[in-house]
């Protein structure tokens, strides 16, 4: 059975701080695999990693996939209120696609 | 955004009633999807379409049925709704060469 994992459920966090979220999957056919945000509306697109130790870079959010380990890893550096949400984690499995559950993410000021 | 458009955004209906749920973009992508999502869960696939007339089941696809006649629509349509159809639905679009994937507004959908 796919399935995507992610932890930790939920982190609070104070403004300034440096967050880690993981995200490790168990599947058939990995394609891809996508890093989301969602603020109490439609989740909107982050990253997407299909290479291994490559990491993606948009601004103070960065991401890395391990494809040997089976797992990836979403930063977010100097956290500010605006980031507080839920991040949701997805993998490509050819036209499939299986999320995780997401972590929820309160930055605190 | 994408243009997409999710109608309605929220209706209530009674257990038995057929509902019909639709989602229309105009970035002229192939692939269209239908997700719903509930707490404890996250986002699970329902189904998915890679062009007219061409559609598939995803993972939880048990009582809906979806139809594309146009480039621009997917329909999902819950032939006789329960109570555990009760969810947010979201549509999302992708193009042919990437997973990205661009999500609709979302139809949150109660059935009594």
């Known amino acids: 059975e796919d399935k995507v994992v992610q932890s930790p459920l939920s982190l609070v966090v104070h403004e300034g701080d440096t967050v880690t979220l993981n995200c490790s999957y168990e599947v058939t056919n990995f394609r891809s695999l996508l890093w989301y945000k969602q603020e109490k509306k439609a989740p909107t697109f982050l990253f997407m990693l299909?290479?291994?130790?490559i990491e993606k870079k948009s601004g103070r959010l960065s991401s890395i996939l391990d494809k040997k380990e089976l797992f990836s890893i979403l930063n977010i550096t100097a956290t500010q209120t605006g980031d507080s949400a839920i991040y949701l984690c997805a993998v490509a499995t050819g036209n499939q696609f299986y999320f995780g559950t997401g972590t929820s993410l309160t930055v605190i000021p | 955004d994408a243009g997409i458009t999710q109608s309605p955004r929220h209706k209530v209906t009674e257990t038995g009633t057929p509902v019909t749920l639709r989602c229309h973009q105009t970035e002229n992508h192939r692939y269209m999807y239908w997700y719903r999502q509930d707490p404890g869960h996250g986002l699970r696939l329902i189904h998915y379409s890679y062009g007219v007339k061409d559609t598939d089941k995803g993972e939880v696809s048990d009582g809906y049925s979806v139809s594309r006649s146009k480039t621009e629509d997917f329909l999902l349509t819950l032939e006789s709704a329960t109570s555990s159809q009760t969810s947010v639905y979201f549509c999302?679009?992708?193009?042919?060469?990437?997973?990205?994937?661009?999500f609709g507004p979302g139809t949150r959908l109660t059935v009594t």
């Open positions: 299909t290479s291994s130790g």
């Open positions: 999302a679009i992708s193009g042919v060469h990437s997973y990205e994937q661009y």
